[in-house]
């Protein structure tokens, strides 16, 4: 299944993986949502995914069916400058391949991941090791960023669904993870996390 927001890349890309017989072409979508929307309802075992794609954008789309048991294995399809194929490793991509590659490496990217493999091209991943948000649970970057917006144990249990003993069980383990020693500290470190090309070493 293909998603682009360029329609004229989409139309392209959706002839080359017609031709070729090792693919069947499943579907298209010009949104995230509109790709989220069918892979709910059709089986796909692989996505071809803009970086780009409107509304929701490809990170968040990765994130969403990261959920989802028999969600296809995802390929980001971008420009290559950058952190871009960091960043599409980090959100859980399977494969990253550049716009301005091969088409065949496009499609030899697809059947590697197809057959389970994760393919990227180089990329220096001492750096993904070194960022401690990376290695947070699902259940603990949540509660990061809810302190982040100022709740306090009680309102985080209540939106979790947890006890406020088993908030300040995750608390501590976030506190571990990130090396820090209270809530200011892990508040201040997430901010700093956020900003453009900023790892809080």
Not at 106 to 113: A, F, I, Y
């Amino acid at each position: 299944m293909l998603a682009d927001g360029n329609p004229l890349v989409l139309s392209a890309m959706s002839e080359i993986f017609e031709r070729d017989p090792r693919f069947s072409l499943v579907a298209t979508s010009a949104t995230a949502e509109g790709f989220l929307g069918l892979v709910m309802r059709v089986p796909v075992q692989v996505g071809v995914i803009d970086w780009n794609l409107p509304v929701l954008r490809a990170a968040k789309l990765i994130e969403v069916l990261r959920e989802h048991d028999n969600a296809p294995r995802l390929v980001v399809y971008g420009d290559d400058a950058g952190d871009l194929p960091k960043l599409a490793m980090k959100a859980g991509a399977a494969g990253f391949v550049s716009r301005s590659g091969a088409v065949e490496g496009l499609l030899e990217t697809c059947v590697d991941v197809a057959a389970g493999k994760m393919v990227f091209p180089f990329i220096d991943v001492r750096g993904l090791q070194q960022d401690p948000i990376s290695s947070l649970s699902r259940k603990e970057r949540a509660i990061l960023e809810s302190l982040s917006k100022g709740m306090s144990n009680r309102e985080l249990s209540k939106a979790l669904g947890i006890s406020t003993n088993t908030v300040k069980f995750h608390l501590s383990n976030l506190y571990d993870k990130l090396s820090v020693k209270n809530r200011a500290q892990a508040i201040a470190y997430y901010y700093s996390s956020q900003m453009p090309g900023g790892s809080a070493e």
